[in-house]
């Protein structure tokens, strides 16, 4: 079954993340996998569209996240969405490599607002921060 890789530029989020070993007490992640498609969803609404470059860097630890994963998590829905906005054709939309590639890309661009947010506004506020993108939506550049 095809995996989702984590950008590189999610270093600094991990600890967000419940189930990192780092995790802080103000975790918003539950796992990974919600932290990616958070990612994802935030980056397709801040390219309006699929993404317009291609993530190329991934993390080693953690390692690619198997769809199965997202599946099980109730994650699949929305990156399943994602991808039919990415690719006009539901046969493409619905093949696994292209809704991998989509997703990773997207998720990079969202990863990069959240670090901007995370140094700008601070750790202690990056969960507000998630907070108000989620009530009403990112704003443009932080």
Same mark, same amino acid.
């Given at each position: 079954?095809?995996?989702?890789?984590?950008?590189? %530029?999610?270093?600094?989020?991990?600890?967000?993340?419940? +189930?990192?070993?780092?995790?802080?007490?103000?975790?918003?992640?539950?796992?990974?996998?919600?932290?990616?498609?958070?990612?994802?969803? $935030?980056?397709? +609404?801040?390219?309006?569209?699929?993404? =317009? +470059?291609?993530?190329?860097?991934?993390?080693?630890?953690?390692?690619?996240?198997?769809?199965?994963?997202? +599946? #099980?998590?109730? /994650?699949? #829905?929305? /990156?399943?969405?994602?991808?039919?906005?990415?690719?006009?054709? %539901?046969?493409? *939309?619905?093949?696994?490599?292209? /809704?991998?590639? #989509?997703? @990773?890309?997207?998720?990079?661009?969202?990863? @990069? @607002?959240?670090?901007?947010? $995370?140094?700008?506004?601070?750790? #202690? =506020?990056?969960?507000?921060?998630? *907070?108000?993108?989620?009530?009403?939506?990112?704003?443009?550049?932080?």
């Amino acid at each position: 079954m095809a995996a989702i890789r984590v950008p590189s %530029n999610a270093t600094d989020l991990l600890p967000f993340c419940q +189930r990192d070993e780092h995790a802080r007490p103000d975790a918003c992640f539950e796992t990974y996998a919600h932290m990616l498609a958070i990612a994802a969803c $935030l980056g397709y +609404r801040l390219a309006s569209g699929p993404a =317009s +470059r291609s993530c190329q860097s991934f993390l080693k630890t953690p390692g690619p996240i198997d769809l199965g994963i997202f +599946r #099980s998590q109730g /994650l699949f #829905s929305q /990156l399943l969405i994602i991808s039919m906005m990415c690719h006009p054709d %539901n046969d493409a *939309a619905l093949d696994e490599a292209n /809704l991998v590639r #989509s997703i @990773e890309d997207l998720a990079e661009a969202g990863l @990069e @607002e959240m670090c901007m947010a $995370l140094t700008s506004k601070g750790a #202690s =506020s990056f969960p507000e921060v998630l *907070a108000g993108w989620i009530a009403e939506g990112p704003p443009t550049g932080i």
